[in-house]
């Protein structure tokens, strides 16, 4: 500790100080409550209130808890890499939502009295304000409901909670001694093996690995745990792959390689699930979810159709050219894209922000974007066909750009033509069939058909312009509905599709990363590539807290991937570029 820091510490105020003001207030009205805001040093931990509702049936107040290094002791060999850190907070964070889950609804009064929240968590294991272990203290942010009477004080309540819950909630969550070592060991061990795997992905280069005996299925379309009774995944011969992991020791599974694999099979075969679970592998997930040793380069994106969507200036020239209304699709723009326009856009967005894989799936996408068969071509002639489909630069994003795809078909052999992998779902396993569709092809006597087109250049230099985001003379507005919503200055951002979108916290977190980079960033000069890159930068040198006003969803904010927040600028009303 600093000579500051022990200043401030000899300053701050006491839980003895606290109490009095508390026993003060009794039966006062509620708005007095503003008077506690403010840091009290709690033994051996530091507890504040940074913002107090406004009555008790609004949203609980902000709440902080610091815990110092010498009270906490988690050793710092459980949080000095950037992947072990994120799975202590990890854990703790679990850990904090059982604690309260066992506390809620002991509190008395009206309202949200003494209601505790914390921030949920699912299968995903995500880099979370909610619980920020650092150099010097853990930091564990929360919601608390100051408790009320009607609509005035109520001392008592309030001292019960911080006096006695508090503390020992303190105590089973954010001290060392009160987890088993060997499950904070085993923690550490999984995301280090993980990590490991994600490493290894370039130098094998692979854009996925699946484990033997994964478990990819989902219990159903509302639980994201795994499907009991599910069949286990393995991995063709052809495609196995053994890594040596620095815990777990070889494991075996299916390296997806670069360069274009097709998935097909019949209907009900577990094609999706298998892609699914891929989309997710870009996140790190969780001890017994089953995909824990499903890995993807963190850099695919999904890719699928979004009737709708809006579209500010995207150059889809690669796909889309001479519609009939002579709109230029190189600076394409519109507020209702059709299916084609819209996969379209999704794929040049997408490489903008700097995607190594497409997937894709052909239940998601629009059917003309994705191929288009030879009689058509010789009936609706090519220089009527404003369509350049997907199958025709495949190869070339692969080979001019190192983009790979992945994608799921059911009805079309088409992409056979251009696949470098042919994989084959048969009752949930998975077979290499491309000697067999290879034969297939060769007995047909059926010639590359598909004439793989040059790649045009995309051009990348959309401005963003500076418009005034102010609301009503006031702060931007800023709002978001579960994950799917973010409205801004009452402007709704939809992110529904934006599939490896998982957490409503990372929803929270776009929107402000999209005001902060609004209001401070955009300056009529950079493009959106260069406002994005340079927050993430800022990102990986400080976290992202600092981005995050002091708003009461604060601890509930998660870390999204760059792409989903390009993503969701881009399908923003208000955007304006040069
Ligand atoms: P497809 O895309 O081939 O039509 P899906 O991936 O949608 O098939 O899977 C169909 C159903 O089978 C889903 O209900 C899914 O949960 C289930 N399923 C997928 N994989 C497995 C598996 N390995 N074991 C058991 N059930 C599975
Ligand atoms: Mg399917």
């Known amino acids: 500790m600093n000579k500051l820091q022990e200043r401030i510490n000899i300053m701050m105020k006491s839980m003895q100080d606290l109490e009095k003001t508390i026993k003060s207030i009794d039966h006062k009205s509620y708005g007095m409550y503003k008077s506690l805001q403010g840091e009290y040093q709690f033994g051996n931990f530091v507890f504040s209130i940074d913002k107090v509702q406004g009555d008790p049936f609004a949203a609980p107040s902000r709440v902080r808890v610091r815990v110092p290094k010498t009270t906490h002791g988690f050793p710092t060999s459980l949080y000095e890499k950037h992947e072990t850190r994120i799975a202590l907070e990890d854990m703790i964070l679990r850990q904090w939502n059982k604690v309260v889950q066992g506390y809620n609804g002991r509190g008395a009064g009206s309202g949200n009295s003494g209601k505790i929240a914390v921030c949920p968590c699912g299968q995903e294991i995500l880099e979370r304000m909610a619980v920020v272990v650092g150099k010097e203290e853990i ?240 009936i609706v002639s090519k220089e009527k066909e404003p369509i350049t489909p997907f199958i025709t630069r495949t190869r070339a994003l692969y080979q001019k750009r190192g983009i790979s795809t992945i994608i799921v078909v059911g009805s079309s052999s088409a992409y056979f033509e251009v696949a470098d992998t042919i994989l084959q779902l048969d009752n949930y396993k998975v077979k290499d069939i491309k000697e067999k569709v290879e034969q297939v092809l060769a007995q047909q006597d059926k010639k590359v058909i598909m004439q793989i087109e040059d790649l045009p250049e995309i051009e990348y230099n959309r401005v963003v312009k500076k418009v005034d985001m102010s609301y009503k003379g006031r702060d ?54 260069e406002i994005v890159e340079a927050l993430y930068e800022q990102i990986k040198r400080r976290g992202f807290s600092h981005i995050i006003p002091k708003g009461y969803s604060a601890g509930f904010c998660v870390l999204p991937r760059k792409q989903e927040v390009y993503a969701a600028w881009n399908r923003f009303r208000g955007l304006k570029v040069q």
């Open 139 to 378: 930091e564990g942010r929360f919601l608390m409901g100051l408790p009320a009477k009607g609509r005035s004080i109520y001392a008592d309540a309030l001292i019960e909670i911080l006096f006695h819950f508090l503390p020992e909630m303190v105590e089973e969550v954010f001290l060392y001694g009160s987890y088993a070592m060997a499950k904070l060991e085993e923690n550490k061990r999984l995301a280090e093996d993980q990590a490991y795997i994600r490493g290894k992905l370039e130098e094998l280069e692979l854009v996925a690995f699946i484990a033997d005996g994964s478990i990819l299925p989902r219990e159903s379309g509302v639980s994201e745990k795994p499907l009991k009774g599910a069949v286990p995944f393995s991995s063709p011969e052809s495609q196995q792959v053994t890594l040596k992991l620095p815990h777990y020791g070889e494991i075996t599974g299916m390296g997806i390689k670069k360069g274009i694999t097709v998935i097909v099979g019949g209907g009900y075969h577990g094609k999706s699930t298998l892609l699914r679970a891929v989309e997710l592998g870009v996140y790190n997930h969780k001890k017994g979810d089953g995909r824990e040793y499903v890995i993807t380069n963190t850099e695919a994106v999904k890719i699928r159709a979004e009737d709708g969507r809006n579209i500010c200036k995207t150059d889809i020239r690669m796909f889309i050219n001479h519609l009939p209304n002579k709109k230029d699709t190189r600076i394409f723009t519109t507020e209702n894209a059709s299916g084609s326009t819209s996969q379209s856009a999704n794929v040049i967005e997408a490489i903008e922000a700097g995607a190594t894989a497409f997937l894709v799936d052909e239940d998601t996408s629009a059917t003309n974007f994705m191929v288009r068969d030879s009689t058509m071509e010789m």
């Open 476 to 529: 931007m507005k800023i709002k978001t509905t579960g994950r799917d919503t973010i409205s801004l200055n009452k402007e709704n951002i939809d992110v529904r599709y934006l599939e490896q979108l998982m957490d409503n916290g990372q929803t929270v977190a776009i929107g402000y990363f999209l005001k902060y980079m609004m209001e401070t960033m955009v300056d009529n000069k950079k493009t959106m590539q």
